[in-house]
Nanobody
Framework: QVQLVESGGGLVQAGGSLRLSCAAS????????MGWYRQAPGKQREVVAD?????????KYTDAVKGRFTISIDNAKNTVYLQMDSLKPEDTGVYYC???????????WGQGTQVTVSS
């Protein structure tokens, strides 16, 4: 169906930047939106940002990352990016790429990429 592969995670000092990439393949025709989620140690997975593939690429961000993270999509490459600036230790976690098909509510997930921000 849809395969998602994240990359770009790593270790960075507080205040630094990372750019995550999510390469999508498979049947992307019916995928309506994509997003980034993260899961900190011992915590539930939470949405970070999402973007519509259509409708002008409307974006949404969780309050914790507004002004610091930017989600974007390259439709030609079927790749979603998450530019993370001014990183904080609380941003640490495994970041997952998500793709959703609204017609049936089906979600697809990547394997995740670790982001560690040191203080």
């Amino acid at each position: 169906q849809v395969q998602l592969v994240e990359s770009g995670g790593g270790l960075v000092q507080a205040g630094g930047s990372l750019r995550l990439s999510c390469a999508a393949s498979g049947n992307m025709f019916s995928i309506n939106a994509m997003g980034w989620y993260r899961q900190a140690p011992g915590k539930q997975r939470e949405v970070v940002a999402d973007i519509r593939r259509g409708r002008g690429g409307i974006t949404k961000y969780t309050d914790a990352v507004k002004g610091r993270f930017t989600i974007s999509i390259d439709n030609a490459k079927n790749t979603v990016y998450l530019q993370m600036d001014s990183l904080k230790p609380e941003d640490t976690g495994v970041y997952y790429c998500n793709a959703i098909r609204w017609t049936d509510g089906e979600s697809y997930w990547g394997q995740g990429t670790q982001v560690t921000v040191s203080s």
